[in-house]
């Protein structure tokens, strides 16, 4: 049984007011959210949850006929397919948080001046319902990793793949800070909306997703490294597959912008929440 709560409906003044024990008083809406979210993507198609993993097999397979045999880009002494999906595994999971939810006040206007509840349950929801679609992803990964293994490859599978969650994190927190400036912006500039999905493409170009870092002189991966996806891809493909080493000064980086980017779009989100209906 839930615990009972009382909520108390009063405006808010300072720069900072995400209250972290009400969006947790929430929690079952949010699951509602997710839950919503989920069967709503694929509701009334034929393969349904199995999009899921036809759409990064089809990326993958392109990416490495185009990268891999065409223009035979290094991939770091991990096979063509492997160095791909995991990539793409990983990116796809951090595009969809932030493009999901970049659009949070103008996609949930109608309901937003309706009915009260806290403004934060939808973008975290949003980050829910992709961790799950990363999940599919990543099992699939594994026993492709599995499958490299038996044939010889000289990919490992270790205790290091236990770290991967804290990774997982990482990324949910950078697509919900980006995407939730991208959100606290277009109430004013609508534009920007339209801007996300090309911004969002480009970055992955910026990204060693497609390509390897090795490529690059030691000047251009430290100019890499200021995109904090960099370390997450990388060291994920190590995690997982074990070739290369952890980049713990990279990931430092990483993980200081990343926290940058959420405290900002928390403050941002917290600040057009209180009168966005008058300019949305």
Same mark, same amino acid.
């Given at each position: 049984? %839930?615990?009972?709560?009382? =909520?108390? #409906?009063?405006?808010?003044?300072?720069?900072?007011?995400?209250?972290?024990? %009400?969006?947790?008083? &929430?929690?079952? @809406? !949010?699951?509602?959210?997710?839950?919503?979210?989920?069967?709503?993507?694929?509701?009334?198609?034929?393969?349904?949850? $199995?999009?899921?993993?036809?759409?990064?097999?089809?990326?993958?397979?392109?990416?490495?006929?185009?990268?891999?045999?065409?223009? /035979?880009?290094?991939?770091?002494?991990?096979?063509?397919?492997?160095? &791909?999906?995991?990539?793409?595994? *990983?990116?796809?999971?951090?595009? =969809?948080? @932030?493009?999901? =939810?970049?659009?949070?006040?103008?996609?949930?206007?109608?309901?937003?001046?309706?009915?009260?509840?806290?403004?934060?349950?939808?973008?975290?929801?949003?980050? @829910?319902?992709?961790?799950?679609?990363?999940?599919?992803?990543?099992?699939?990964?594994? *026993?492709?990793?599995?499958?490299? *293994?038996? +044939?010889?490859?000289? #990919?490992?599978?270790?205790?290091?793949?236990?770290?991967?969650?804290?990774?997982?994190?990482? $990324?949910?927190?950078?697509?919900?800070? *980006?995407?939730? !400036?991208?959100?606290?912006?277009?109430?004013?500039?609508?534009?920007?909306?339209?801007?996300?999905?090309?911004?969002?493409?480009?970055?992955? &170009?910026? =990204?060693?997703?497609?390509?390897? @870092?090795?490529?690059?002189?030691?000047?251009?991966?430290?100019?890499?490294?200021?995109?904090?996806?960099?370390?997450?891809? %990388?060291?994920? +493909? &190590?995690?997982? $597959?074990?070739?290369?080493?952890?980049?713990?000064?990279?990931?430092?980086?990483?993980?200081?912008?990343?926290?940058?980017?959420?405290?900002?779009?928390?403050?941002?989100?917290?600040?057009? %929440? /209180?009168?966005?209906?008058?300019?949305?």
């Amino acid at each position: 049984m %839930e615990d009972d709560f009382t =909520t108390i #409906i009063q405006p808010k003044r300072g720069w900072l007011d995400i209250n972290i024990r %009400e969006l947790w008083n &929430y929690k079952y @809406l !949010i699951s509602l959210f997710v839950k919503r979210d989920f069967t709503a993507n694929y509701k009334q198609t034929i393969l349904g949850p $199995m999009w899921f993993l036809l759409q990064p097999l089809l990326t993958t397979i392109v990416f490495t006929i185009i990268f891999g045999n065409v223009a /035979k880009l290094p991939t770091g002494g991990l096979p063509p397919f492997l160095f &791909y999906f995991a990539g793409i595994t *990983c990116w796809s999971y951090f595009a =969809t948080c @932030l493009t999901k =939810t970049s659009d949070t006040f103008v996609a949930n206007a109608n309901i937003f001046g309706k009915v009260y509840f806290p403004r934060m349950t939808v973008p975290v929801s949003a980050v @829910l319902t992709s961790m799950i679609t990363f999940c599919l992803q990543f099992v699939m990964l594994i *026993c492709l990793v599995f499958f490299y *293994c038996m +044939r010889g490859s000289e #990919i490992t599978i270790s205790f290091r793949i236990m770290l991967v969650p804290l990774l997982l994190v990482q $990324m949910a927190m950078l697509g919900l800070g *980006c995407g939730i !400036i991208v959100s606290s912006m277009t109430t004013k500039y609508r534009d920007l909306a339209m801007l996300v999905g090309f911004a969002t493409q480009l970055w992955m &170009y910026v =990204t060693p997703v497609a390509y390897s @870092l090795d490529m690059f002189s030691q000047k251009w991966q430290t100019l890499l490294y200021l995109n904090p996806m960099t370390a997450i891809v %990388e060291n994920f +493909r &190590y995690l997982v $597959m074990g070739i290369g080493s952890f980049n713990y000064f990279s990931q430092s980086i990483s993980v200081i912008i990343t926290v940058i980017i959420l405290a900002v779009g928390v403050v941002m989100f917290s600040r057009v %929440e /209180k009168n966005f209906m008058d300019t949305i």
